[in-house]
């Protein structure tokens, strides 16, 4: 009886040591909004998991919460689209490397009548412009997202300060920034992964596309190992060489909503 017991105790403990060390499987990514609503991380993180044994665990928010959560320590990966922030991350020594893993575009969205006709502008520089003139309603995340920066550069080149009772800045992510526009007919700048991905369009259309500076650049960045010795450097280090490897980048290319490619790998 006790030699059963025993073994029965043994038993429990090895499954516990074991349930234990499978539960430490598993980093902490910060990334963006716009590739958790996409549906991109349900469909390449289980081909990850397979691969290696490693679980990511998503915090999705917007480029510039995503930094300050890296920035503390918070997160064991970070995989964000703002290229100049990224790359003043790790001049500042809070990461050690950064790599380009895929792109995709912004566009343009707005209520089908278009009121400020955008659909003839030339460039991205004259549609803003031209929703400025009208002070027609514009929906802005306001969240400092990559999306949000890269809306605040364009206004920029439009020569436009935006501020006025048209201008609504919501402080939340790309779906429910999405979600106000199509209440409000609002334009709004979105990534084109979840603008495609979006269902509740109501009245909005997009309208604006194609120029070259709605590039819109994703980059995997290695944290910094002085800086945070605490986090799972090598776990995370699978992660980021995964996705710039032949099985990661044809993950992201394999990856479609109805039939559309929404993301292009790019890795060098």
Do not use: C
């Given at each position: 009886m006790k030699k059963t017991l025993n073994l029965l105790l043994a038993g429990i403990t090895s499954m516990g040591l074991a349930f234990g060390a499978y539960a430490d499987d598993y980093i902490t990514l910060a990334s963006t909004?716009?590739?958790?609503?996409?549906?991109?991380?349900?469909?390449?993180l289980p081909k990850f998991e397979d691969a290696t044994g490693i679980e990511v665990r998503v915090v999705a928010v917007g480029t510039g919460q995503a930094f300050e959560i890296a920035r503390r320590g918070d997160a064991d990966?970070?995989?964000?689209?703002?290229?100049?922030?990224?790359?003043?991350?790790?001049?500042?020594?809070?990461?050690?490397?950064?790599?380009?893993?895929m792109y995709n575009d912004f566009v343009v969205i707005g209520p089908a009548s278009d009121p400020a006709n955008i659909s003839e502008a030339q460039t991205a520089?004259?549609?803003?412009?031209?929703?400025?003139?009208?002070?027609?309603?514009?929906?802005s995340r306001g969240d400092d997202s990559g999306t949000n920066r890269a809306e605040l550069r364009l206004w920029?080149?439009?020569?436009?300060?935006?501020?006025?009772?048209?201008?609504?800045?919501?402080?939340?992510?790309?779906?429910?920034?999405?979600?106000?526009?199509?209440?409000?007919?609002?334009?709004?700048?979105?990534?084109?992964?979840?603008?495609?991905?979006?269902?509740?369009?109501?009245?909005l259309a997009l309208l604006?596309?194609?120029?070259?500076?709605?590039?819109?650049?994703?980059?995997?960045?290695?944290l910094s190992e002085e800086k945070h010795p605490h986090l799972k450097h090598e776990m995370a280090s699978k992660w980021h060489n995964w996705l710039l490897s032949e099985e990661g980048q044809q993950a992201i290319a394999d990856f479609r909503v109805d039939g559309q490619q929404l993301f292009f790998p790019n890795a060098k």
């Open positions: 909004t716009s590739t958790e609503n996409s549906g991109l991380f349900a469909s390449i990966s970070l995989l964000v689209h703002d290229t100049v922030g990224e790359k003043r991350f790790v001049e500042n020594g809070y990461a050690s490397e950064r790599a380009d893993v520089a004259e549609a803003f412009a031209a929703i400025a003139n009208a002070e027609a309603p514009f929906a920029k080149n439009a020569g436009v300060d935006p501020e006025g009772d048209w201008y609504r800045e919501l402080g939340s992510g790309m779906g429910p920034t999405l979600n106000t526009a199509a209440a409000m007919d609002a334009y709004v700048m979105s990534d084109r992964a979840t603008w495609v991905a979006f269902g509740n369009r109501q009245n604006f596309e194609g120029d070259k500076v709605l590039f819109n650049q994703y980059g995997s960045l290695l």
